[in-house]
């Protein structure tokens, strides 16, 4: 069963940093490139950043550019996000999600496999 577990949420104060992980089971991640996206309460899902499938190529919403580091371990399955300097409006909930092959996209919709969400909350 293909599943995707998302960790490192919570609490943090504006400038602040949190790191998020999403570990893959019952798949090779290494065939997959990864987007983590996120929705706020009353808002759309958005696509916050992408990695592709050996992590030579990586995107990331404008609003995050310079804050944000995405990266990948295939050997172990999993795949991070480094959030820095967090400001108030990078609060939601964050997702990661897998589409399979060596593209990234922004659409939700291209991405078959999603991860629970973790909570973010930069609150002083």
């Known amino acids: 069963q293909l599943q995707l577990v998302e960790s490192g949420g919570g609490l943090v104060q504006p400038g602040g940093s949190l790191g998020l992980s999403c570990a893959a089971s019952?798949?090779?991640?290494?065939?997959?490139?990864i987007g983590w996206f996120r929705q706020a309460p009353g808002q759309e899902r958005e696509g916050v950043s992408c990695?592709?499938?050996?992590?030579?190529?990586?995107y990331y919403r404008d609003a995050t550019k310079g804050r944000f580091t995405i990266s990948r371990d295939n050997a172990k399955n999993t795949v991070y996000l480094q959030m820095d300097s967090l400001k108030p409006e990078d609060t939601a909930v964050y997702y990661c999600?897998?589409?399979?092959?060596?593209?990234?996209?922004?659409?939700?919709?291209?991405?078959?496999?999603w991860g629970q969400g973790t909570q973010v909350t930069v609150s002083s």
């Open positions: 990695i592709t499938t050996t992590g030579i190529s990586t």
């Open positions: 999600a897998a589409r399979g092959g060596a593209v990234c996209s922004s659409s939700s919709k291209t991405y078959a496999n």
């Open positions: 019952g798949f090779s991640l290494s065939d997959y490139s």
